[in-house]
């Protein structure tokens, strides 16, 4: 393929230098290839015409589609946030379904489709980010645009039986359809993608991995995303975390770091650090939790419940178990600076991640680069992560079982010096290989590998030419 590679994302960064693991992988695959990345732009307009608006950058285009307040409300705070990323976490119970949706949430793919197709080049190659845009291949397609496209879904794909509580299903299976990569996070999702498809009568596996759908053949592959491990190794020694927290020296921490998101298991991992409290001994040493979790779609109901659980439930557990000189939950809901974050990781004797269902979980993977390799701390990883598919030396728990929690705490915290460095070891030499520029490489390699026709592809071009 020699066309420029197109990439479009929800989120775009506005200055010229993004900082964070993906939007940097993104910005160094432009910079190095040249390019185009197109995003909403943050700012809500009262009409958005079908004009990009430029951004500034540096050796490739940036361009932002605008949003209006219906937009807003409807596409992203609407199907995506209400329908789809429920649905896709497991939680059907959680789908909020609005007739105004799906008519927004589609509409918005197909003005971003028209407005792309207006500029994109036949040999273009468009790689799109994230459940935002699921419809936007097939839009794409009927705008004429013939290029390679390739999706990247960063959350689960949905169970199975989870489908069946979405009205549009079979649409649903036909917008992954139109893409010629699926890229999905973990084996296991790749395994349900294409049981869906089995069960839903609509695909055929062929020899060469693809699937078919009608006349439409696509790969379906496990591509994990990484961090930029490097950089945040580097970043953790930057400050002393210990002085940050002010922890005296007969003080230990937990840290747990999660966007306030009722897939990330909070409750059940605050539930399981106050079992771990009751059966502890009075000892010398305390241990406190540390619960940084930033505010996030303030504006769905469901996740105004959690916020309200979550200060419950620490109110109870701190209410059982404070002194007067210690508080066992430090629950800060606001965001903290990445470097803050990095040396927050690397003081913490665990790193405690328990999501109930999470596409990867990078979390994980910042609290192992982080550690001092010479007396690293634990990492507690929920089974239901899919980071738990390639961290297999953590410690694995199930995020419903509060017991199973409280017992790796306490492993963790007693594990031996050697124990430690072995698991730590393993899992640091994964994250720094399978980071977040080899994954960008390998999406974007299976997107421009050029495929030899197999015998079927040539059955139907020779159908095609005596038509
Ligand atoms: C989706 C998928 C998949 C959090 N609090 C603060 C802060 N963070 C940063 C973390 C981490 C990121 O946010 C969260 O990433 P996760 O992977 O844990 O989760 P999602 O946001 O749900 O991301 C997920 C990911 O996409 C990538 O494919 O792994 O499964 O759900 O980087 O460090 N960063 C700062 N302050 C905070 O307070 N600076």
């Not at 989120?11 to 993104?26: E, K, Q, T, W």
């Not at 937009?71 to 789809?84: E, F, K, P, R």
């Not at 890229?183 to 294409?194: S, Y």
């Not at 596996?205 to 995303?225: A, E, H, N, Q, Y």
Request: net charge negative.
């Amino acid at each position: 393929m020699t066309g420029r590679l197109i990439v479009v994302s929800n989120r775009i960064p506005m200055g010229d230098v993004p900082s964070g693991g993906l939007v940097v992988a993104i910005h160094e695959a432009l910079s190095e290839r040249g390019g185009l990345w197109i995003g909403a732009h943050p700012d809500v307009v009262d009409e958005a015409t079908e004009e990009f608006a430029d951004l500034p950058s540096n050796g490739y285009e940036k361009k932002a589609f605008r949003i209006t307040e219906e937009d807003h409300q409807t596409h992203y705070l609407g199907y995506a946030n209400s329908v789809l990323w429920p649905l896709c976490h497991h939680r059907a119970d959680l789908l909020a379904m609005e007739p105004s949706y799906f008519p927004g949430y589609v509409a918005l793919n197909e003005r971003v489709a028209r407005m792309i197709a207006r500029i994109a080049e036949p040999e273009d190659m468009i790689w799109v980010q994230d459940y935002h845009f699921l419809p936007l291949a097939q839009a794409l397609r009927k705008e004429g645009v013939t290029g390679r496209i390739g999706l990247f879904l960063h959350i689960p794909f949905p169970h199975a039986g989870d489908l069946d509580a979405l009205s549009e299903r079979e649409l649903f299976l036909d917008w992954f359809a139109a893409f010629d990569m699926v890229g999905l996070q973990t084996q296991a999702d790749v395994a349900r993608c294409l049981e869906t498809f089995r069960s839903a009568g609509k695909g055929e596996m062929m020899l060469d991995g693809r699937l078919k759908v009608g006349k439409r053949k696509f790969d379906v592959l496990s591509l994990p995303i990484g961090i930029d491990a490097e950089r945040f190794a580097e970043m953790a020694t930057e400050h002393d975390g210990r002085s940050l927290l002010n922890l005296s020296p007969r003080e230990d921490i937990i840290i747990g770091v999660d966007r306030l998101d009722y897939s990330k298991g909070l409750p059940g991992r605050f539930r399981g650090f106050g079992r771990f409290l009751d059966m502890s001994e009075e000892g010398d040493r305390r241990v406190s939790l540390l619960q940084i979790a930033p505010p996030t779609r303030e504006d769905v109901a469901a996740y105004a419940e959690i916020r309200d659980e979550l200060e419950s439930l620490s109110g109870k557990i701190n209410g059982a178990h404070t002194e007067l000189d210690w508080t066992p939950i430090r629950y800060i809901h606001r965001p903290v600076p990445r470097d803050t974050l990095a040396a927050l990781y690397r003081v913490s004797r665990i790193g405690l991640v328990t999501p109930l269902a999470d596409g990867m979980n990078l979390v994980a993977k910042e609290y192992v680069a982080a550690q001092d390799p010479e007396d690293p701390g634990v990492l507690v990883l929920s089974r239901t992560a899919g980071a738990a598919e390639q961290m297999e030396e953590a410690l694995l728990i199930n995020p419903y079982d509060a017991d199973d929690i409280a017992r790796a705490i306490a492993r963790g915290l007693a594990m031996p010096l050697e124990e430690r460095r072995e698991r730590h070891k393993a899992l640091l030499e994964g994250v720094m290989r399978d980071n977040v520029s080899a994954w960008c490489e390998a999406c974007l390699g299976w997107l421009e590998r050029p495929r030899r026709p197999t015998h079927e592809d040539a059955q139907q071009s020779q159908a095609q030419e005596t038509t």
